[in-house]
T-cell receptor, first 112, second 114 residues
Framework: GQQVMQIPQYQHVQEGEDFTTYCNSS?????IQWYKQRPGGHPVFLIQ?????EVKKQKRLTFQFGEAKKNSSLHITATQTTDVGTYFC????????????FGQGTELSVKP | ETGVTQTPRHLVMGMTNKKSLKCEQH?????MYWYKQSAKKPLELMFV???????ENNSVPSRFSPECPNSSHLFLHLHTLQPEDSALYLC?????????????FGPGTRLLVL
């Protein structure tokens, strides 16, 4: 079955450093979504990418969808303590309806 | 506030108890989901309902029994659970069940089975 892998599992950075998490699927995806879960909170939808090679930005966050639509990345520029949390990607396999497969998440901690 | 509420927020139960988790969405969505989130594991999809009909059951043990009486409410009935069932149970909804619908999550019920 479809697998979605995220790396790294944990990332500790100093405030102001950049951070990137990578998401890789064993199969081609029709779209990919990113969620953020703060400590003690629930996942919150961030963005959805649909097109091959798509790049979207939200302030300091940059999301990319690979050309082959099998991988994605989330890059945060100049991290802040408010960026702390776990970032999940979730992919939808092509030709499958409605079920997202979540990666295991990357937990980001930021030292002030 | 995401428009998806869950009660209770915390639950402690013994292995012989029967309890129910409740989810309510105020977004007018047609699809609802139950997920299980255990420590250090990916989200596990448990059940999917679309227009009150179950469309997905990911080989979940029968001690978990879902119920969707209408498109706004989703229940998860729990009976004779095991300690390994302790986890955060998340409910989510989306406008429809389809390609890439954005899912909106509730705050979750943190369950501890003793």
């Amino acid at each position: 079955g479809q697998q979605v892998m995220q790396i790294p599992q944990y990332q500790h950075v100093q405030e102001g450093e950049d951070f990137t998490t990578y998401c890789n699927s064993s199969t081609t995806l029709s779209n990919i979504q990113w969620y953020k879960q703060r400590p003690g909170g629930h996942p919150v939808f961030l963005i959805q990418l649909v097109k091959s090679g798509e790049v979207k930005k939200q302030k300091r966050l940059t999301f990319q969808f690979g050309e082959a639509k099998k991988n994605s990345s989330l890059h945060i520029t100049a991290t802040q303590t408010t960026d702390v949390g776990t970032y999940f990607c979730a992919g939808l396999e092509e030709n499958q309806g409605g079920k997202l497969i979540f990666g295991q998440g990357t937990e980001l901690s930021v030292k002030p | 506030e995401t428009g998806v509420t869950q009660t209770p927020r915390h639950l402690v139960m013994g292995m012989t108890n029967k309890k129910s988790l409740k989810c309510e969405q105020h977004l007018g969505h047609n699809a609802m989901y139950w997920y299980k989130q255990s420590a250090k594991k990916p989200l596990e999809l448990m059940f999917v309902y679309s227009l009150e009909e179950r469309v997905e059951n990911n080989s979940v043990p029968s001690r978990f029994s879902p119920e969707c009486p209408n498109s706004s409410h989703l229940f998860l009935h729990l009976h004779t659970l095991q300690p390994e069932d302790s986890a955060l149970y998340l409910c989510a909804s989306s406008q429809d069940l389809g390609d890439g619908e954005t899912q909106y999550f509730g705050p979750g019920t943190r369950l501890l089975v003793l």
